[in-house]
């Protein structure tokens, strides 16, 4: 069950050309949290409480039930995570959650392409670690603009598992897309997971649809609740039906839903 | 701490504290029941809902603003009789009293809402004649007295359930819109609903949201809402339930000092799920140190002065 908890910050660094790191012990959270599941997080200050006003959702990058606690990576976008990043140890954060309905695996599929783009790449450490566990077969894309900008690379490494790079700059990988892998997947490939930019996982949906191959995508909306109330995050997917599609929640049904099923703002 | 009363009457409403949910911002209840005792609020009053379902407006739905929230959700709702099927049993039995928000885009509209509502378990109707009249080319309902009287007559003329009309802040005396949804009928006032903004992207030079235009609620709002609620206490002698911005316990007694007899809370649910316990902890504290019974003693105290 979602709660609301208020607890300090145990550690947070830069990661990266805006990219930050920040780990939060919250073991109520921690011990009923999914992979591909996040939180909804304001930081307390006194007396400073609307501004900015609305909680920001964050992807949980790391969940650790031993020591009871979390790690979220995010990107300096805008001000409310402008503000998040000059917190340091010791401040406080209240945080929802955990929130929504994540990444599930099938016990059907044994060959896996998971595809990450920018800071996308951060809900999917859990992801490939629990593939990895249950010995699937893991084909790991990952897409960004610089080498830097490479979340969770190092630890990705020690994984066995088929890893290719692209970086826009070309500083580490192939240079361009990439989903410019794609065309070249040489086996066949059982099931999709993407979190990234919505051209990517256009793209990596479009090659799914044609390639018969199902999969799930993370998507982002904006939020305001974060619990199935306000109706602001939704996302359109394909149904059944007279329209053949509807809109569902980003925050309760979602983040995650079937990649073939997703409409990207068409 | 000794036991102060917070029981209001709304007019034959009866809530067990002032203390209420928003319309659009609380879901039907059960979406918070993780985060607050819903058998402890006064009232929720739910989504708007609308004769056929609705799938509302593209995204982005909200924006957010100094202090504040843009939203254009675009009335999102499973309709009228999905909601009496398969939402209203869940939550007819909770302590709190369930208010219908209804909305319409002709005057039929509502009266055929508060008709198939009439014959159900709710407590009371909130019309949100905030909405566009599309035979009057989208003129929203409650920015004309006759029009806001018409849309008042016509569900009263179907329902005897307690009526609370919402008003529109975006005219120009909102005191001759309370008087004339007074005198059509209405049992109890709610005010505010949002305030029409706009935010644009600099970046991208188009407005942030997908529907252009959004209503601003949240902090931002409360001096406009406080303003409204005391003209209209002045105005009309039914009772009112304030909202517009309110996020702590002070906000919701300047609301009370200002006329109103009950309160609602809206944007402040998202910002913090459990606010609406922590006001109503804080106003039985306040009652107590202030040395007052009844909440129903600090209502209008603000008008005297
Ligand atoms: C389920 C989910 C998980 C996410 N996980 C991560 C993550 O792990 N790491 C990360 O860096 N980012 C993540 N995001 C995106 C992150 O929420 C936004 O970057 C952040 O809200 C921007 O806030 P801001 O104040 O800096 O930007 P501003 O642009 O100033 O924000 C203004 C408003 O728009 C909203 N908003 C702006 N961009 C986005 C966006 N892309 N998605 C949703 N809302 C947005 C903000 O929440 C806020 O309400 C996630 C989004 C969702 C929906
Ligand atoms: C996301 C959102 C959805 C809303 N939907 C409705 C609605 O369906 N019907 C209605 O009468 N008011 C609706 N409102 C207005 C609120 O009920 C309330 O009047 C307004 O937001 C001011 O209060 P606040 O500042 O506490 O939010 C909505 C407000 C928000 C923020
Ligand atoms: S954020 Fe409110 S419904 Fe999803």
Redesign the interface.
């Known amino acids: 069950?979602?709660?609301?908890v208020i607890k300090e910050i145990i550690d947070q660094q830069k990661i990266g050309p805006g990219y930050f790191k920040l780990v939060i012990k919250v073991p109520e959270i921690v011990a009923q949290a999914k992979i591909g599941q996040f939180v909804h997080i304001?930081w307390v200050a006194e007396d400073s409480?609307?501004?900015?006003?609305?909680?920001r959702p964050i992807s949980l990058n790391r969940i650790n039930p031993a020591e009871g606690t979390m790690t979220l990576v995010y990107r300096v976008v805008g001000r409310?995570t402008k503000v998040l990043s000059k917190l340091t140890a010791g401040d406080k954060l209240?945080i929802?959650g955990p929130l929504g309905t994540g990444f599930s695996i099938s016990e059907d599929t044994n060959r896996v392409l998971v595809i990450g783009g920018g800071v996308g790449i951060a809900p999917l450490y859990p992801l490939v670690n629990e593939l990895v566990k249950q010995n699937k077969e893991v084909i790991l894309l990952l897409g960004a603009e610089s080498a830097e900008e490479v979340i969770d690379l190092s630890s990705f490494e020690e994984f066995d598992l088929e890893l290719k790079v692209a970086t826009m700059d070309g500083s580490l990988g192939r240079e361009g897309f990439v989903t410019d892998y794609l065309a070249e997947l040489e086996q066949e490939i059982d099931y999709i997971y993407t979190c990234g930019p919505m051209p990517m996982m256009k793209v990596i949906r479009d090659w799914a649809i044609d390639s018969n191959v199902a999969g799930q995508a993370s998507l982002e909306?904006?939020m305001?609740?974060?619990?199935?109330?306000?109706?602001?995050?939704?996302?359109q997917v394909k149904i059944d039906g007279k329209?053949g599609w509807?809109?569902k929640k980003a925050c309760t049904a979602g983040p995650v839903f079937p990649l073939r099923e997703v409409i990207f703002d068409e | 701490m000794s036991k102060v009363n917070l029981t209001v009457d709304l007019n034959g409403l009866e809530l067990q504290n002032p203390v209420t949910t928003a319309s659009g911002t609380f879901g039907f209840g059960q979406e918070y029941k993780n985060y607050v005792d819903l058998d402890k609020l006064g009232g929720v009053m739910v989504k708007g809902t609308t004769l056929q379902p609705k799938k509302g407006n593209p995204t982005p739905r909200i924006a957010e603003t100094p202090a504040g929230m843009l939203n254009a959700i675009g009335l999102q709702n499973p309709g009228v009789d999905y909601f009496i099927e398969q939402i209203l049993p869940e939550i007819k039995d909770k302590e709190f009293k369930t208010i219908v928000n209804i909305s319409g885009n002709t005057i039929e509209d509502y009266a055929k809402l508060a008709a198939k509502l009439a014959k159900t378990e709710i407590d009371a109707i909130e019309i949100n004649i905030s909405c566009p009249n599309v035979k009057k080319g989208g003129l929203a309902f409650g920015t004309e007295a006759d029009m806001a009287a018409s849309v008042v007559q016509a569900v009263r003329a179907e329902t005897s359930l307690p009526l609370i009309t919402k008003l529109s802040p975006n005219v120009v005396d909102i005191t001759e819109i309370a008087q004339a949804v007074e005198e059509a009928g209405t049992d109890i006032i709610s005010l505010i609903n949002t305030l029409l903004g706009m935010k644009i992207d600099i970046e991208r030079q188009e407005p942030i949201l997908a529907n252009k235009v959004g209503g601003l609620s949240g902090p931002a709002i409360k001096p406009v809402a406080v303003r409204m609620v005391y003209q209209v206490a002045q105005a009309v002698d039914i009772p009112l339930i304030g909202m517009g911005g309110i996020s702590t316990v002070e906000d919701a007694i300047e609301f009370f000092l200002a006329g109103a007899n009950a309160i609602s809370v809206g944007t402040a649910n998202f910002v913090n799920p459990e606010v609406t316990m922590e006001i109503l902890a804080g106003l039985e504290e306040y009652l107590n140190e202030h040395d007052y019974q009844d909440v129903n003693q600090i209502v209008g105290k603000a008008m005297n002065s």
């Open positions: 069950m979602a709660q609301r304001k409480g609307a501004d900015p006003l609305l909680r409310g209240d929802m909306e904006r305001g609740c974060g619990t199935g109330a306000c109706l602001s995050c939704v996302c329209d509807t809109y």
